[in-house]
């Protein structure tokens, strides 16, 4: 058992409880509930900021890309984006497919999250700043440019499910091994590990706090790995993250949501 903060839909108070990622249950009042008995909702107050090209592979597949315009040469520091509040969404939660879109980018993420305000820490305190790990699904429309804010592609309505948890930092035993994995209707269709960051997740809370404080209760994203896989309209996707469990939602098309759930 570990122990995680979590929201359950309609709750104002964040929940403390022991959780089972394996069997995916919460323990509540000395009863056991499976994840598919709760409604959650997104387990986080903050901002989320996304990180692009923080994969060895995604930067490789850029090729020699990454040394023409607008680029010219591999980034020096992280590159960032922002996830606004209308794109969070929680566990079990309908992912919106818009009109005259046929398929949507899977974006596996291990999210940091913050527990005190944080500027300019140094590589050995880095850690001392999180206060735990959730999982993400940095959903977006697919595109090719990186160097442009891809408002209109990422920050859709429902864009990023979180949760269903928060795993305290300490239940974690190392966040740079951690194995990523993406499913579409129970088939892998990705798997990764953190092992093949480019910056660790110690050296990304660094370098982000080095030109800006991160708060409590804000998310990091360390990265998405190379290749996104592609769901489309009906198609069950769970992200599994080692000892954090997992975050399963199903793509709908957007006409056939009110208010973020099914008509």
């Not at 798997?191 to 910056?199: D, F, H, Q, S």
């Not at 996707?237 to 199903?250: K, M, S």
Request: net charge negative.
């Amino acid at each position: 058992m570990s122990k995680a903060i979590f929201k359950l839909r309609g709750k104002h108070l964040i929940e403390e409880a022991n959780v089972n990622v394996l069997k995916r249950t919460v323990e509540l009042d000395g009863k056991q509930y499976g994840t598919e008995m709760l409604s959650f909702d997104a387990p986080v107050s903050g901002t989320v900021y996304g990180v692009l090209l923080n994969y060895k592979g995604a930067l490789h597949t850029l090729g020699d890309a990454v040394n023409q315009p607008p680029y010219k040469e591999p980034p020096k520091a992280p590159i960032l984006y922002i996830k606004p509040v209308n794109t969070y969404s929680g566990n079990g939660m309908p992912i919106p497919l818009p009109e005259g879109v046929e398929e949507l980018e899977m974006g596996a993420a291990l999210g940091v999250v913050i527990g005190k305000p944080a500027t300019r820490v140094s590589t050995s305190q880095a850690l001392e700043y999180v206060a735990g790990y959730t999982i993400v699904n940095d959903v977006s429309i697919p595109h090719d440019s990186v160097y442009r804010p891809a408002v209109n592609q990422k920050a859709r309505d429902g864009f990023c499910p979180i949760g269903p948890w928060v795993i305290e930092r300490d239940a974690v035993a190392n966040p740079d091994q951690l194995r990523v994995r993406v499913f579409i209707n129970d088939e892998m269709k990705q798997e990764n590990t953190t092992a093949n960051l480019i910056r660790s997740v110690s050296r990304l809370i660094v370098d982000v706090t080095d030109f800006m404080t991160l708060n409590k209760g804000d998310v990091l994203l360390v990265g998405v790995p190379e290749k996104a896989p592609l769901a489309k309209a009906g198609d069950r996707v769970r992200v599994e993250i080692d000892e954090l469990g997992c975050l399963e939602n199903t793509i709908v098309p957007e006409s056939e949501l009110t208010g973020g759930v099914a008509l």
